[in-house]
């Protein structure tokens, strides 16, 4: 009863999920939420076993997701995922040392395109011998239950819950032209659209040399062979968020793009262009 329960559930979440995860309304604050939609802060829920979340700040990065009913699937803080009673569900890892992908700059959750019970999981961490930003993704899927009974994230061969953007979907860049261990990636950005009319969702990547554009589907991430150069050196180390605007009304997507300048003694500064949202060009002289 409790299985045929969770899939009239589904359903349900299928009839309104347009409605809901078009733009994420859940933010988290640690230890509280705000839920955008109804104008509400919250405490986050807390755990009633030790290894739970225990109402703790985030000195990271965290986000969360909530469904149509206003109930928590689960939120994540410095990569640890909790569910909507604060018990812990997994883990964001990678690597032979199941090392916890705490995060850097962003963590964006948005569903699958065309699934009620499959998530995204966006972000970056320090993979590789240098520890170079890595753009990543996870999955996590409500229907395949693991510590926790809502669900769990997704693993491959190794145990590695979290799958590399970069050298697998897009190029290779972390270690190009680099002979110093001082001057890797350390600045990796994102930013996601809204569900586009085709059921897919373009994912911008950026780590202040280069921006790309990723096409995220049903089936998984695929390159769209879209980039920019920024131009901007490695050595990027800095808290900043790239952001993406959609104008329904022109068919345009502003897209702002944080970057480090190349000297030394560069400062931060922020790149503007318009993008026609149907072929991906850069509008002429909108940079």
């Keep these: ?11 349900l979440l299928c009839t309104i999920s347009t409605l809901t995860y078009a733009q994420n309304p859940f933010w988290t604050l640690p230890n509280e939420g705000f839920n955008s939609d109804a104008i509400q802060i919250s405490n986050l829920p807390t755990s009633s076993n030790n290894v739970g979340y225990q109402g703790g700040n985030s000195n990271y990065v965290h986000a969360g997701i909530k ?35 705490k995060g850097d700059n962003q963590l964006i959750i948005v569903n699958v395109p065309g699934s009620c019970s499959q998530f995204y999981i966006f972000g970056s961490g320090p993979m590789g011998s240098f520890g170079d930003e890595t753009p990543y993704f996870a ?15 997704i693993e491959n061969a190794n145990y590695n819950t979290v799958f590399p953007i970069q050298g697998n979907i897009i190029e290779s860049y972390a270690a190009a032209g680099i002979n110093s261990g001082t001057h ?12 586009r009319d085709d059921g897919t969702r373009w994912l911008f990547i950026a780590n202040n040399t280069k921006a790309y554009r990723v096409n995220v589907t049903c089936t998984g991430l695929y390159d769209s062979g879209w980039s920019y150069n920024i131009n901007g050196p490695f050595r990027s180390g800095y808290r900043a968020e790239m952001e993406l605007f959609e104008n329904e009304n022109s068919s345009l997507y502003k897209l702002a793009i944080p970057f480090w300048e190349a000297d030394l003694n560069g400062n931060n500064k922020v790149r503007l262009m318009s993008i026609d949202a149907n072929s991906g060009s850069i509008i002429s002289g909108s940079e």
């Design 1 to 11: 009863m409790k299985q045929f329960n969770y899939r009239i559930l589904a359903v």
């Design 67 to 101: 469904d149509p009913f206003g109930n928590i699937i689960f939120f994540i803080v410095d990569g640890e995922l909790f569910d909507r009673n604060g018990d812990k569900m997994g883990e964001l890892v990678y690597g032979s040392s199941l090392q916890i992908q």
């Design 139 to 153: 999955i996590f899927d409500m229907d395949v239950p693991g510590d926790s009974p809502y669900g769990s994230l």
């Design 184 to 195: 890797r990636v350390q600045g990796v950005h994102l930013a996601l659209s809204k569900l």
